[in-house]
């Protein structure tokens, strides 16, 4: 199936303890983006990635690291989690070109818990 | 950093009305606009996108764009319990997209 799969789906952990969470995709699209969704349902922009290379960086904390080793994949990790961490986290891809980078294609989510 | 408003709603209609679903934005030169579904506990998917002033349609769907009142609208016609979801409207930036907090839609049958 052609898709953009992220894991685990669920995540629950302790604070300060440090996680990864994985997104693939088999699309052949060149730009990669992690989004953070809050409780509200707002969804915000955290990184983007072109072709392995880091295009987008908005205000997040540095214990968020993302890492992408191809262009078909683009990983979180997260040091020593806090308690507003907790959040659905959302991978999405998207080809290069006008009014087509805009048409993200999202990954499932990974909602994550921190107690 | 590009401003996306709406109404969070929740927005009610019964079935088989029309339901209108209103965004505004800041920044005069923005070019094109999109608007995702998220229905509950899943991901947003692409429904609609426009970027010539006046109305597109696509199904039961029209989106229409005013860019000098600076806003665009999503209308669903013939309104089903099935298109109860949550709808984002997103606006573009440099290299991403400026989502809007979302309406949330309930169509009661």
């Known amino acids: 199936d052609t898709a953009v799969s992220q894991t685990p789906k669920y995540l629950v952990t302790q604070m300060g303890n440090d996680k990864s969470i994985k997104c693939e995709q088999n699309?052949?699209?060149?730009?990669m983006y992690w989004y953070k969704q809050d409780s509200k349902k707002f969804l915000k922009i955290m990184f983007s990635?072109?072709?392995?290379?880091?295009?987008i960086n908005e205000t997040v904390p540095n214990r968020f690291s993302p890492k992408s080793p191809d262009k078909a994949h683009l990983n979180l990790h997260i040091n020593s989690l806090e308690l507003g961490d907790s959040a659905v986290y959302f991978c999405a891809s998207s080809r290069k070109g006008t009014l087509q980078w805009e048409k993200l294609l999202f990954g499932s989510g990974t909602q994550l818990s921190v107690l | 950093q590009k401003e996306v408003e709406q109404n969070s709603g929740p927005l009610s209609v019964p079935e088989g009305a029309i339901a209108s679903l209103n965004c505004t934005y800041s920044?005069?030169?923005?070019?094109?606009f999109f608007w995702y579904r998220q229905y509950s506990g899943k991901s947003p998917e692409l429904i609609m996108f426009?970027?010539?002033?006046g109305d597109k349609e696509d199904g039961r769907f029209t989106a229409q764009l005013n860019k000098a009142s600076q806003y665009v609208s999503l209308l669903i016609r013939d309104s089903q319990p099935s298109d109860s979801a949550t709808y984002l409207c997103a606006v573009p930036g440099a290299n991403n997209l400026f989502f809007g907090t979302g309406t949330r839609l309930t169509v009661i049958p």
């Open positions: 990635y072109n072709n392995k290379e880091l295009i």
């Open positions: 920044d005069r030169g923005s070019q094109s």
């Open positions: 699309l052949g699209h060149d730009t």
């Open positions: 426009i970027y010539s002033n």
